[in-house]
């Protein structure tokens, strides 16, 4: 299994980024999907999350209604639109594939938001 993260970049506070999750090695349709971020000298915290049923999503406080999830199961890609991107927002973004029994994480994708 394998979950390639991408699309991070430096941004200035107040702009928009995408930032994407091309899963490989797993029937992508039947796992929820979630992203997770990590800044420095932090744990791990989680982001949002979407179901296998598309439509029903999840998000952190601090993320909410400034970020969108969102998942194209036949290009077995999930997604994170970031608007609105705070310097607290930097963080190292990891994307998640869960189902029973099973728990996959990919690669991050660094995203810095500084002026």
């Known amino acids: 299994v394998q979950l390639q993260a991408s699309g991070g970049g430096l941004v200035q506070p107040g702009d928009s980024l995408r930032v994407s999750c091309a899963a490989s090695?797993?029937?992508?349709?039947?796992?929820?999907m979630g992203w997770f971020r990590q800044a420095p000298g932090k744990e791990r915290e989680f982001v949002a999350v979407?179901?296998?049923?598309?439509?029903?999503?999840y998000y952190a406080d601090s993320v909410k209604d400034r970020f969108t999830i969102s998942r194209d199961n036949a290009k077995n890609t999930l997604y994170l639109q970031m608007n609105s991107l705070k310097p607290e927002d930097t963080a190292v973004y990891y994307c998640?594939?869960?189902?029973?029994?099973?728990?996959?994480w990919g690669m991050g994708t660094q995203v810095t938001v500084s002026s």
């Open positions: 090695g797993l029937t992508f349709s039947t796992y929820a």
């Open positions: 998640n594939a869960i189902r029973s029994g099973y728990d996959y």
């Open positions: 979407i179901s296998w049923v598309p439509g029903s999503t």
